[in-house]
């Protein structure tokens, strides 16, 4: 089975700052890849996915990330935060008929 | 916004008691999934379908079942709730099995 680990589950972070949020994964099988964002009492919504292609995907609001094959990762980075980027963004595998979402990790932006 | 609804959005019910939530799309795609999402745990898949009828177990299925009689509904089963089923549960649907899925706004239940 595929599993999801999203290395920490708080980071806070100054308005303006850039931001890393870690996502580590491991399967047997050719993977996709995709980052989330929840905002409070709200579904999840698709920033960003890897199906192939260039390792590096950008997504919606600013923000991109990275696929690393060798390293299994797929961090999200944001050069410059805003207040409403506070949210729980998850990150997500598919493949070989089994997905998984990661614990989430909650962003807190503070001015 | 992609037009899924789940209904009930919130639901209070006693243990023993049977459960049904309802998704509803209308964006014709064909595969289903139910998740719930739990502090420290994100999202499970409890039950996914690719089509009328054709449905599978995700991670948690157990004492959950589901059914999907048309394209456009899915329903979630809890024949018997139990407290450890107090969640907030979450629809989605795609176009395809290793796509992004659009999620429906979710339903909190509470099992006393």
């Known amino acids: 089975a595929q599993s999801v680990t999203q290395l920490d589950s708080q980071v806070p972070v100054f308005e303006e700052a850039p931001v890393e949020l870690r996502c580590n994964y491991s399967s047997s099988v050719s993977v996709y890849l995709f980052w989330y964002v929840q905002y409070p009492n709200q579904g999840l919504q698709l920033l960003l996915k890897?199906?192939?292609?260039?390792?590096l995907v950008k997504g919606i609001n600013g923000f991109e990330a990275e696929f690393n094959k060798s390293q299994t990762s797929f961090h999200l980075r944001k050069p410059s935060v805003h207040i409403s980027d506070t949210a729980e963004y998850f990150c997500a595998v598919t493949g070989n008929n089994d997905m998984r979402f990661g614990a989430g990790t909650r962003l807190t932006v503070k001015p | 916004d992609a037009g899924i609804t789940q209904s009930p959005r919130h639901k209070v019910t006693e243990t023993g008691t049977p459960v049904t939530l309802r998704c509803h799309q209308t964006?014709?795609?064909?595969?289903m999934y139910w998740y719930r999402q739990d502090p420290g745990h994100g999202l499970r898949l409890i039950h996914y379908s690719y089509g009328v009828k054709d449905t599978d177990k995700g991670e948690v299925s157990d004492g959950y079942s589901v059914s999907r009689s048309k394209t456009e509904d899915f329903l979630l089963t809890l024949e018997s709730a139990t407290s450890s089923q107090t969640s907030v549960y979450f629809c989605?649907?795609?176009?395809?099995?290793?796509?992004?899925?659009?999620f429906g706004p979710g339903t909190r239940l509470t099992v006393l």
């Open positions: 964006e014709n795609h064909r595969y």
């Open positions: 890897y199906l192939s292609g260039s390792t």
């Open positions: 989605a649907i795609s176009d395809s099995l290793y796509n992004e899925q659009f």
